[in-house]
């Protein structure tokens, strides 16, 4: 072998070792790779098997407990039907009473019910005329012997009632009815289903008491005091009217009276909270939880109004709204389930309009113009207005509610929960008046 040769042979076998050692070291690496890629495939197969038995778990938990009350409703719903079997049972044996028997047990029930012994009662057409005195008589001999005032009358009007009365002060209402709860709805109350649910909300708070064991009682009335014969620890569960009520029931004799607003204030085991509303504004979510108002806005507005001033130049207000304030000219019902018509806004968006009523202007002020007279008047009128117009008939009827109950409402009525989304309210020119060209 020349030296060519062995040069050449040496430089090959330092190749193959250099290639050898090369080829070892990336299949080590490949294998290192491989073995993290099977550990992080290994851990994200057993995470799903994981979640997978807690979902199992969980949703098996949910059944067990949809069938918990399923069976409950079921055994209630059994529970009901003979306790209507025997409450019709009752009524038809107390409309088929021999006269005297029914004006002695009514006589009695009207001296029980009661309170001042002036009271009108109101009967059905057909009582009235054939018992109505002879039962006032009766009671007032009652009340008598029990040294109370005795001066019940019988009144004029009269009740589609099947049987019983209707004790009457003014408008204070006792019912005193021999009727059961659907009849009470249907026949004393007029009431049926909500005019645009569509839903018997007697029925439907009536089937989730009962589904958790719960046999209630519903007394109508028009006054939160009338609960107190029956309890002196009330929950309140109006909403704008909630203080008052408190107030009212104290001052009665109530011994506990709860708002809406004092349960879930803090979080309990985990649970989300508000701190200020509690369960006020809160909406159904599932069958087991609920959605609470928000909380922690005035961070997020700021911060998107600083977001948008950094993007166009331009102060843009926020505000998050919820239900406006507003009422239906049909229903009569009012749209503001929530607190407040908006948790959180921008400071540009306090306080209350200042406006002028065009149309007083026009037809008062400035009644001898018209054309471009009249607008030139009402624009110099406008731009020379008082800072405060409260109180000056030319601002009357330009609805001097607050700013963002306003805004709010529109936005309500632009959006919506529906199908079409919540989107985000962009307004313009919500501040521009008659002067802004």
Known sequence: MNGIEKITGRIEADAREQASAITADAEAKCAEIRADYD???????????????????????????????????????????????????????????????????????????????????????????????????????????????????????????????????????????????????????????HPFTGVDYVEYYGDLFRAEGCEPVFLFGNDVRAVLPYTKNVLCCDIHTRERSRRRLLAAGAEKVLLLSDLMTAPVNGSGYNEQFGLLGSNKATEESVKLFPRDCRSFVDALAQSLRSATGRQIEVMVYGDGAFKDPVGKIWELADPVVSPAYTSGLEGQPNELKLKYLADNDFASLSGDALTSAIKDSISHKNADLKGQMSSQGTTPRRLTDLIGSLCDLTSGSGDKGTPIIYIQGYFDNYTNE
């Open 39 to 193: 550990k992080l495939a290994q851990d994200q197969y057993w995470a799903r098997v994981r979640d997978g038995v807690k979902t199992c778990e969980d949703r098996v938990q949910r059944m067990g407990r949809l069938a918990e009350m399923e069976a409950r409703k079921s055994i209630l719903a059994l529970k009901q039907e003979m306790v209507d079997a025997a409450f019709a049972a009752a009524l038809e044996r107390i409309c088929t009473m021999p006269q005297a028997d029914y004006v002695a047990y009514l006589a009695k029930l009207a001296a029980q019910a009661a309170t001042t012994g002036t009271e009108a009662l109101v009967f059905n057409a057909k009582d009235q005329a054939a018992c109505g005195q002879a039962v006032a008589d009766a009671a007032n001999a009652l009340l008598a012997q029990q040294g109370k005032q005795a001066r019940l009358t019988v009144s004029s009007a009269t009740r589609d009632l099947r049987a019983g009365f209707v004790l009457q002060q003014g408008d204070i209402e006792v019912n005193c009815a021999v009727l059961h709860e659907n009849l009470i709805e249907s026949e004393l109350f007029g009431y049926e289903k």
